[in-house]
């Protein structure tokens, strides 16, 4: 099991969840990464260019979460929770 740490960024997104209706669909996708955060399905994809390394799964059409492996910590960095990559 790993532990999920969020960055800043990742917090304000939550609200953003909550509001928009998507914290179930989050909030699987989070307990999903916690156990195994390369489980396939639902698919993901490591991103390149400056989030090089990180990988990204659809929580819907729009948005994405964003996250980083820490294999030797067991930790899982959230970054982003909403909108496409910036």
Known sequence: MY?????????????KISSAGLKDKTSGLLELIKKNPLQYPPSYEYLSGNLKDKISRRINKQH?????????????????MWTHYE
């Open 3 to 15: 532990q999920l740490l969020f960055s800043t960024q990742a917090q304000k997104d939550a609200k």
């Open 64 to 80: 994405r979460l964003v996250y980083e492996i820490f294999e030797e910590e067991k930790i899982i960095k959230i970054y982003r």
